[in-house]
T-cell receptor
């Protein structure tokens, strides 16, 4: 069975601090995809990144970076120099490539609060 | 611009009533999904469809049904609303059932069952 665990329920930081959101996944598929979504206080879900299981290169996009490690089944998300606008709920999600269903399995979400 | 819309955005209903939540997308995507969001559970899949006249049960399908008569719409029906179905409901669509395609989400419907 596939599973995504985000052990951090809530994180609170002060603006300009770096913060890492953890994501651990379980799957038996050899081909799979991992995603991060952001849900700001307005409630919509915003796609941030997709990573496939064959690409372990870290990715950086501005202040955001992602560390994918198959050896530890983790796909962690780091925000550098956090800003108040980063306050949101962040979801990690998984979909299996071999089953080809396109269904997303979500983690429980991590609520990030960035204080000024 | 293509989009995915949901209506109503907020709904209050009584236990036992039938409720239908609408989802409409203009992406021309074959795949559509319904999720519910509850604190501590993230988003959980209710039903999904890969095309017209195709529907499938998700993780938490009991008490819900869907029908797909065209590409654009996937309405979600609560046959007899229960307080346990108080939640925020999200509709999503994607281009392909292959795993690598992100899903585009609607703005959500907040449903309260009293």
């Amino acid at each position: 069975a596939q599973k995504v665990t985000q052990a951090q329920t809530e994180i609170s930081v002060v603006e300009k601090e770096d913060v890492t959101l953890d994501c651990v996944y379980e799957t038996r598929d050899t081909t799979y995809y991992l995603f991060w979504y952001k849900q700001p206080p307005s409630g919509e879900l915003v796609f941030l990144i997709r990573r496939n299981s064959f690409d372990e290169q870290n990715e950086i996009s501005g202040r955001y970076s992602w560390n994918f490690q198959k050896s530890t089944s983790s796909f962690n998300f780091t925000i550098t120099a956090s800003q108040v606008v980063d306050s949101a709920v962040y979801f990690c999600a998984l979909t299996g490539g071999s089953s080809n269903t396109g269904k997303l399995i979500f983690g429980q979400g991590t609520t990030l609060q960035v204080k000024p | 611009d293509a989009e995915i819309t949901q209506s109503p955005r907020h709904k209050i209903t009584e236990t036992g009533r039938q409720v239908t939540l609408a989802c409409h997308q203009t992406w021309n995507h074959n795949n559509m999904f319904w999720y519910r969001q509850d604190l501590g559970h993230g988003l959980r899949l209710i039903h999904y469809s890969y095309g017209v006249h195709d529907t499938n049960k998700g993780e938490v399908s009991d008490g819900y049904s869907v029908s797909r008569s065209n590409t654009e719409d996937l309405p979600l029906t609560l046959e007899s609303a229960a307080s346990s179905q108080t939640s925020v409901y999200f509709c999503a669509s994607s281009e392909s059932r292959a795993g690598g395609y992100e899903q585009y989400f609607g703005p959500g419907t907040r449903l309260t069952v009293t």
